[in-house]
């Protein structure tokens, strides 16, 4: 019955440990520490500045003699230990590996640069620039990171149907395609599938077309009314649907009133919620 197929799904979901998740530091959150924390850094243990990055302790460097530039021509004189004491470091250390491209610029230390030199943050960092906060919260120190992101695997309908079954579907980082989201899988068990058919296409409201790519989380309790991957016991392969109640009695769903509804009586057992679903352009 419902909870034998339920009290299945439980046990074998922790197979999906086995699956990789592989949580990618993006560019922008190199380094986010705070400057008093460089100068402790062993320059041994620091990943190569890629040309990016080069290239923006270049520009970055022009801006700074060219304020530099314009303040002697006022009789004035701008030094780096001016420069940080404007950033509210502790001393130029941390001011002049950014220009000499010693250390990789973070969001925080682009902010409060721009500030200190008066330049357009994109300018000097394009890579950076498109996650500097509005104008009006310009003032606002905090500055909220990029999105993290994360890797799961692509796999067959056929993999995804002895996923509840087997208890290593396949040998772990052997998927050969994993795609990327923001979504987190908090125990790492999700995979991605593409949908076939056109069972869960529909000409009005959620609609799934065929060609799609979903992302199934094994680790989440499906409830009615959520979109889900399911194995039959008389089918070889994963079937995707959503899942009603109805009378105390659940189903499985097509979006397409031209197929079936199948009951769930014991027949089947629940592999994953659907999370994710996106179409390739």
């Known amino acids: 019955m419902l909870a034998t197929c339920l009290k299945s799904y439980a ?3 922790s197979s999906a440990h086995f699956y990789e998740q592989q949580k ?3 560019g922008v959150c190199e380094s986010i520490s705070a400057t008093s924390k460089y100068a402790g850094m062993n320059s041994s243990n620091r990943s190569p500045l890629t ?4 290239d923006e302790a270049k520009r970055l460097k022009e801006v700074y003699n060219q304020r530099k530039a314009e303040a002697k021509a006022r009789g004035d004189k701008l030094t780096q230990d001016e420069v940080a004491a404007r950033c509210n470091w502790g001393g130029q250390s941390a001011v002049s590996q950014y220009l000499n491209g010693k250390i990789a610029l ?3 230390a682009l902010l409060k640069l721009s500030r200190a030199l008066d330049f357009e943050p994109s300018a000097v960092s394009p890579r950076l620039g498109k996650f500097m906060p509005s104008p009006s919260q310009q003032n606002v120190e905090e500055v909220q990171a990029p999105p993290q992101i994360y890797r799961y695997p692509v796999v067959s309908w056929v ?5 509840a079954e087997a208890v290593e579907p396949f040998e772990p980082g052997c998927a050969e395609e994993y795609m990327e989201t923001t979504y987190h899988a908090p125990d790492g068990g999700a995979f991605w599938l593409k949908v ?3 069972s869960m296409t529909a000409a009005v409201g959620t609609s799934v077309p ?3 790519w979903i992302l199934v989380d094994t680790s989440l309790d499906a409830r009615p009314g959520d979109l889900v991957v399911a194995k039959l016991t008389d089918s070889q392969e994963a079937t995707f649907k959503r899942l009603v109640e109805d009378g ?6 097509p979006l397409n009133p031209a197929y079936p509804i199948i009951e769930i009586n014991g027949n089947c057992t629940l592999v994953g919620v659907v999370k994710k679903a996106m179409q390739d352009l």
């Open 51 to 54: 040309p990016e990055q080069l």
């Open 196 to 198: 076939r058919g056109d």
């Open 11 to 13: 046990m074998n979901s």
């Open 210 to 212: 065929e060609g799609s």
């Open 248 to 253: 105390g009695r659940r189903y499985l769903k």
């Open 24 to 26: 990618i530091s993006s």
């Open 106 to 108: 973070n969001l925080d």
């Open 159 to 163: 993999v995804a149907g002895s996923w």
